[in-house]
């Protein structure tokens, strides 16, 4: 399995425990996953500021490993541009989304639902 390939696995399982409400993120990756929306997204910049943002205990969970591995993606334009690439974007996007609302939504007592996004403009969308 190439890296991309592994990345969108984990990209996936993420979103499938979640949706499956098997991992239930903490108030470190909401800061993680607000801080890279915020920031554009899927983007090696994104990531490093999120992982400012949400501090040490960030790297407990398991969201900011995926999100490390995701980085070099989009600073690549061959591999951005690329079907792959922008599948990969596409699916951290969600898997932010899906994050920042699952943790939202928790404390309301509603549950998340998921939803496409169009990839960030990191992915040259």
């Known amino acids: 399995?190439?890296?991309?390939?592994?990345?969108?696995?984990?990209?996936?399982?993420?979103?499938?425990?979640?949706?499956?409400?098997?991992?239930?993120?903490?108030?470190?990756?909401?800061?993680?996953?607000n801080t890279m929306q915020a920031e554009g997204g899927a983007s090696a910049q994104a990531v490093r500021a999120g992982l400012r943002a949400a501090g040490p205990e960030v790297t407990h969970g398991r969201l900011a490993a995926v999100a490390a591995r995701c980085a070099a993606v989009p600073d690549s334009?061959?591999?951005?541009?690329?079907?792959?690439g922008r599948a990969l974007c596409l699916a951290l996007d969600d898997v932010l989304d899906l994050v920042v609302?699952?943790?939202?939504?928790?404390?309301s007592g509603r549950s998340a639902v998921s939803r496409r996004r169009r990839p960030s403009p990191a992915c040259g969308a």
Do not use: C, K, Q
């Open 1 to 33: 399995m190439s890296t991309m390939e592994a990345v969108l696995a984990a990209l996936n399982e993420l979103r499938g425990d979640l949706e499956a409400r098997t991992w239930r993120p903490d108030e470190y990756e909401r800061v993680l996953a």
């Open 77 to 84: 334009p061959s591999r951005a541009e690329s079907e792959d």
């Open 101 to 107: 609302r699952a943790t939202a939504e928790r404390l």
